[in-house]
């Protein structure tokens, strides 16, 4: 063993990276999450139907080419750990890493195959400084590095600062953001195969609010996958 290899194990010895998932330490050649909990993530497998869970829920609300989450989102469990990782701890390398994961899976189905850039839920500005970060943006990160495409980031803005969705009920969330988003240059989006992207789907009235946007620029079709769908 290399004396660079020695002192790399050393320092991994006293300061682990640990697993996002379930705090555990990682060894070598692991990275964001350990194998067990790779292994044993919650998958949906809606991407491979296209009358699936997501996809009912904008029925009647916008009309989407496809819709799918990733994994199950249950309180108290690892995704949960994975998102609150993502959203509050600075964590975001969970973002690109399970974005990946996500855009490999995308990549393989008929679906989505046609995808030609991705584009993440906007944060406010005010609130992506007071984060640090878009934490949609780094899903989005991952998602278009495994598929090969483009992401945009400065097209789809928030207009207006609005308070936190999480206590909200289905019909104040839709209040809460509608009308709040904007394209500022449909012209780079025109005709384009869209994915929206986002972390956690609930009532999917964020979602909606921008697809509703997005699908006034001339041809566009929009799709939509979150990392995580919350059950009702």
Request: aromatic share 10%.
């Amino acid at each position: 063993m290399s004396l660079n290899s020695w002192l790399i194990d050393l320092f991994g010895l006293l300061f682990p990276d640990l697993c996002a998932a379930c705090g555990q330490p990682l060894v070598r050649g692991e990275k964001v999450i350990c194998m067990g909990c790779h292994y044993n993530l919650p998958r949906t497998d809606f991407h491979l139907f296209e009358d699936n869970p997501v996809s009912r829920i904008f029925y009647g609300r916008v009309h989407l080419e496809a819709a799918t989450s990733y994994l199950f989102f249950n309180k108290g469990g690892k995704v949960q750990h994975l998102m609150h990782q993502l959203k509050y701890k600075k964590n975001k390398e969970v973002g690109t890493y399970i974005g990946k994961l996500l855009g490999h899976d995308l990549k393989k189905d008929g679906l989505f195959q046609h995808t030609q850039v991705v584009v993440p839920v906007p944060l406010h500005p005010k609130k992506q400084r007071i984060r640090g970060y878009n934490q949609s943006e780094q899903i989005a990160i991952g998602l278009a590095e495994a598929m090969q495409i483009s992401y945009s980031t400065n097209n789809l803005i928030r207009n207006t600062f609005t308070e936190t969705q999480t206590k909200k009920s289905r019909y104040s969330r839709w209040e809460n953001v509608s009308g709040k988003f904007s394209v500022i240059h449909p012209e780079k989006l025109e005709g384009k195969n869209v994915l929206l992207v986002d972390d956690v789907l609930t009532t999917g009235a964020t979602l909606e609010a921008c697809a509703q946007e997005l699908i006034k620029v001339k041809g566009i079709k929009v799709s939509v996958a979150t990392l995580a769908y919350a059950q009702a």
